[in-house]
């Protein structure tokens, strides 16, 4: 073992006990101490980040997985991760930062973010971070600028339309575009090593993965024609994270394992990766919020009044967290929290809504 993890990281729960049994007993202990008070808290399974882990590696054995610290920077996600042998894909010095402290090597560390700082550059030059992303001439020249004898990797456009957060719009360089821009970094002395994409978070188009991958194939060998020494694959990330998902985990794998068979298949010398988040965490982490106020509310919905003689109702429940906190994901990644009430066998009627922001 790599010697990440101490015994302090962890609370150990007996077998036969599960996610909503700590919760029921955290909020208990909670409310009995604070009178009421209690402020919002995460309780994580990392078990499920372990067995999600080994999901990976069955279903993409060919992929070496780095975590995308910035979903979830947890002490106790990340040290588990790093037990496991993943790298880590840092988006500025402080992600840098911390997974350095806790003892990761600067070979596993790859500074994905298109739109780096120049002192942030000079950063991962000064602590051996190598292999960094660009897209365009001026995070080039950035690079030229500041970390030379940077490995870069080259970020290409995807047809990302149908995801729930598409990137290409802001995000990679076209194909036309490609040529160009491996030409400037010889002329600059600065190597090139590979091909990034992304094909967006909560991507229900299975070809774009494919297609994507064979884009990457055409970009290799316009670099191998310009003397780039091409032999790094990175497929991004996106994957879902939950059960129920429009399209399967093990769905996309097969398409990509097809993929890769066909443009990269093995023994050709390219290492392959792919950077996760939402995948690792998404389903090992509990939210517990206070309900913190409750109103009954008129239903609008023409015709119910004369169906049942009376005007309907729903009830709607304020909690102690909203969408510019803890539920951002509602703004930023279309989610729909599902509530659970504790200590109650039946779910509250009606929708959650934060009294500060939700309500509107």
Same mark, same amino acid.
């Given at each position: *073992? ?30 009995? /101490? ?6 919002? &808290? &995460? ?5 499920? =980040? ?7 590696? !069955? ?42 402290? %806790?003892? =990761?090597? /600067?070979? $596993? ?8 700082? %120049?002192?942030?550059? $000079?950063? @991962? ?16 020249? $950035?690079?030229?600028? +500041? ?8 970020? %290409? ?9 598409? #990137? ?39 070809? /774009? ?12 060998? *316009? ?6 020494? *091409? ?13 129920? @998902?429009?399209?399967? &985990? ?21 290492? %392959?990766?792919?950077?996760? +988040? ?5 389903? /090992? ?9 409750? $109103?009954?509310?008129? #239903? ?12 309907? !109702? ?31 066998? #039946? ?5 959650? &809504?934060?009294?500060?922001? *939700?309500?509107?």
């Amino acid at each position: *073992m790599a010697g990440y993890l101490s015994e302090t990281d962890f609370v150990v729960v007996g077998g036969g006990f599960s996610t909503r049994d700590l919760l029921e007993e955290l909020t208990l202990g909670a409310s009995q /101490a604070t009178a009421g008070d209690v402020a919002a &808290f &995460f309780v994580a399974d990392l078990g499920a =980040v372990v067995r999600k882990h080994f999901c990976f590696l !069955k279903c993409l054995p060919r992929v070496r997985p780095f975590y995308t610290v910035k979903c979830n920077s947890s002490p106790g996600v990340l040290k588990v991760l790093a037990e496991l042998g993943l790298g880590f894909s840092c988006a500025n010095k402080a992600e840098m930062e911390l997974v350095q402290r %806790i003892g =990761v090597p /600067a070979s $596993k560390i790859i500074y994905a973010n298109p739109c780096k700082q %120049i002192a942030q550059i $000079k950063y @991962a030059a000064k602590h051996g971070v190598r292999l960094l992303s660009f897209d365009n001439e001026m995070e080039l020249a $950035k690079v030229v600028k +500041g970390h030379p004898s940077a490995r870069m990797v080259l970020g %290409i456009a995807t047809d990302d339309r149908h995801s729930l957060s598409p #990137l290409s719009f802001k995000f990679g360089a076209s194909l036309q575009s490609c040529r160009h821009l491996l030409e400037n970094a010889k002329r600059s002395h600065v190597e090139v090593v590979g091909v990034s994409f992304h094909v967006g978070s909560g991507c229900p188009d299975l070809h /774009a993965y494919a297609q994507s991958i064979a884009d990457a194939r055409l970009v290799f060998e *316009m670099g191998a024609e310009l003397g780039h020494r *091409m032999h790094l694959l990175d497929l991004g990330g996106g994957f879902p994270g939950l059960e129920g @998902a429009k399209v399967r &985990f093990e769905e996309i794998a097969s398409v990509i394992n097809s993929a890769l068979d066909l443009y990269f298949p093995e023994g050709c010398g390219v290492d %392959i990766l792919a950077r996760l +988040g939402r995948y690792y965490v998404t389903s /090992a982490f509990t939210l517990a919020v206070s309900i913190i106020a409750k $109103k009954e509310v008129l #239903l609008d919905q023409p015709g119910r009044e004369e169906e049942s003689g009376s005007i309907p !109702k729903t009830i709607v429940y304020h909690l102690s967290e909203g969408v510019y906190g803890i539920f951002n994901s509602v703004l930023f990644d279309n989610t729909c929290p599902i509530p659970i009430l504790q200590k109650v066998s #039946l779910p509250p009627r009606g929708p959650v &809504f934060n009294c500060v922001c *939700m309500c509107v």
